[in-house]
């Protein structure tokens, strides 16, 4: 086996309040021309305000936003690392 060889682990990133739907977007393809444009919608928990959503990602660093309701873009500072994108937007 291939000592560079990069494998996949599963990460779930958690939206914990109320809406009426969640999806992210951001860096998480191998293409950066599909970066922020494939929205990928959590599922929302049968009994808690909360969605999830469970990814399988390579190693290396990502950044995305929630989206809320279809429009709302949102970031969750008390639960992921915030970084500037170099645009003046602020990405989890």
Do not use: H
């Not at 990928?40 to 990502?62: E, K, N």
């Not at 995305?64 to 873009?73: P, T, V, Y």
């Not at 969750?76 to 690392?81: A, E, L, P, T, V």
Request: glycine share 6%; aromatic share 10%.
């Amino acid at each position: 086996m291939d000592m560079l060889q990069q494998t996949a682990a599963e990460t779930t990133i958690v939206w914990p309040e109320e809406a009426d739907s969640v999806a992210i977007r951001g860096t998480f393809s191998n293409d950066k021309k599909l970066w922020w444009k494939e929205t990928i919608p959590l599922t929302r928990a049968a009994d808690v305000p909360r969605y999830s959503v469970t990814l399988a990602l390579g190693p290396g660093r990502y950044e995305f936003k929630f989206i809320l309701n279809g429009s709302d873009w949102r970031i969750s500072s008390d639960r992921y690392d915030c970084v500037d994108d170099g645009s003046g937007n602020t990405n989890n």
